[in-house]
């Protein structure tokens, strides 16, 4: 298996205990893999549809922080409740981030049912981008962008009788976690085992999240 990544977003510990994956992170390496039969890892911004045995992964499902607050929503019966995510992204805007991060969340989430989204002029730094969604399931998130800021992510899920907080700025870890848990580099563990199959269906989730944001964009 290969994942094509930044080699810096790694967390190396990650790698001990699956030592069948390679990384990839040059562009030309990427282009020579999807030549080979092995299965080929790739972030949802650099996946073409023309590639062949590829899986997708998202930047929120890599970190895991977040596979630790799935699993505790994803236990829950009533998963009515209240996410709050706050980004500062290093570089330059970029739509992609966005459309990833509701792939990401649809995926915990399920469809979404309302979408508002409010930013800042383009050409003024640093940008803000502000969107609310509803999921069918009663579940409501509040997403705040900034971008050109040091990198930094803010996460608060308000569920029945719970309350749990990730706040990468103050380097501290979920109140019910390890310090394993609040790293902001990508675990490879959860890049396999979060991945999508670009089948029909993820095609279809991940336009729709294409579109909610460029039709969003352009208010």
């Given at each position: 298996?290969?994942?094509?990544?930044?080699?810096?977003?790694?967390?190396?510990?990650?790698?001990?205990?699956?030592?069948?994956?390679?990384?990839?992170?040059?562009?030309?390496?990427?282009?020579?893999?999807?030549?080979?039969?092995?299965?080929?890892?790739?972030?949802?911004?650099?996946?073409?549809?023309?590639?062949?045995?590829?899986?997708?992964?998202?930047?929120?499902?890599?970190?895991?922080?977040?596979?630790?607050?799935?699993?505790?929503?994803?236990?829950?019966?009533?998963?009515?409740?209240?996410?709050?995510?706050?980004?500062?992204?290093?570089?330059?805007?970029?739509?992609?981030?966005?459309v990833?991060?509701?792939?990401?969340l649809?995926?915990?989430?399920?469809?979404?049912?309302f979408?508002?989204?409010?930013?800042?002029?383009?050409?003024?730094?640093?940008?803000?981008?502000?969107?609310i969604l509803?999921?069918?399931?009663?579940?409501?998130?509040?997403?705040?962008?900034?971008?050109?800021?040091?990198?930094?992510?803010?996460?608060?899920?308000?569920g029945?009788?719970?309350?749990?907080?990730?706040?990468?700025?103050?380097?501290?870890?979920?109140?019910?976690?390890?310090?394993?848990?609040?790293?902001?580099?990508y675990?490879?563990?959860?890049?396999?085992?979060?991945a999508?199959?670009?089948?029909?269906?993820?095609?279809?989730?991940?336009?729709?999240?294409?579109?909610?944001?460029?039709?969003?964009?352009?208010?």
């Amino acid at each position: 298996m290969n994942i094509f990544v930044n080699q810096k977003k790694i967390d190396d510990r990650s790698l001990h205990s699956n030592s069948s994956l390679k990384i990839i992170s040059l562009e030309e390496e990427l282009q020579d893999k999807l030549s080979k039969k092995d299965t080929l890892y790739v972030p949802y911004e650099k996946y073409k549809q023309e590639f062949d045995n590829v899986k997708v992964y998202t930047d929120l499902e890599s970190y895991a922080f977040f596979d630790k607050l799935s699993g505790v929503i994803t236990q829950r019966q009533d998963k009515r409740g209240v996410l709050r995510l706050g980004r500062k992204i290093g570089g330059d805007f970029d739509k992609t981030i966005l459309v990833d991060d509701l792939i990401a969340l649809s995926g915990l989430f399920g469809k979404i049912s309302f979408v508002k989204i409010n930013h800042s002029q383009r050409n003024i730094k640093p940008m803000h981008v502000s969107i609310i969604l509803r999921f069918m399931d009663g579940v409501l998130a509040n997403l705040d962008y900034t971008f050109n800021q040091k990198e930094d992510i803010f996460i608060e899920w308000s569920g029945i009788n719970e309350i749990i907080e990730y706040d990468s700025a103050k380097i501290q870890s979920f109140k019910r976690f390890d310090d394993k848990a609040s790293s902001l580099y990508y675990d490879v563990n959860m890049i396999v085992k979060n991945a999508y199959e670009p089948d029909q269906d993820w095609m279809k989730l991940s336009t729709n999240c294409l579109s909610i944001i460029e039709e969003g964009l352009i208010k």
